[in-house]
């Protein structure tokens, strides 16, 4: 069992950046692969990135690419998401998730993570 807090969600304007952080706590988090998703108003919850359990391989939706990137540090038990170039496309709720089957990387499925934060909201306005 794993329990993930999320935490560094905001208001921004259009351009701007934010880092989002999730610390995990309970099993060793050196043991999973770590995604995060986004749930905008009304839409599913979709792939934004994931990095596996060594934080030697990532794994990035196209619409993401080159602005997002998602890091992990074990000592510290805890997985980031560094967002630039925010665009008001990017509102959404954002969940953090970890997967404790390694053979299921890489995988956008959220069916594939087992355990899930509460979420943090990010706001990008125009």
């Known amino acids: 069992q794993v329990q993930l807090v999320e935490s560094g969600g905001g208001l921004m304007q259009a351009g701007g950046s934010l880092r989002l952080s999730c610390v995990a706590s309970?099993?060793?988090?050196?043991?999973?692969?770590m995604g995060w998703f986004g749930q905008g108003s009304g839409k599913e919850r979709e792939f934004v990135a994931a990095i596996n359990w060594n934080g030697g391989s990532t794994y990035y939706a196209d619409s993401v690419k080159g602005r997002f990137t998602i890091s992990r540090d074990n000592a510290k038990n805890t997985v980031y998401l560094q967002m630039n170039s925010l665009k008001p496309e990017d509102t959404a709720v954002y969940y953090c998730a970890a997967a404790s089957n390694l053979r299921s990387w890489p995988s956008r499925n959220p069916s594939s993570y087992d355990y899930w934060g509460q979420g943090t909201q990010v706001t990008v306005s125009s």
């Open positions: 309970g099993r060793t988090f050196s043991s999973y692969h």
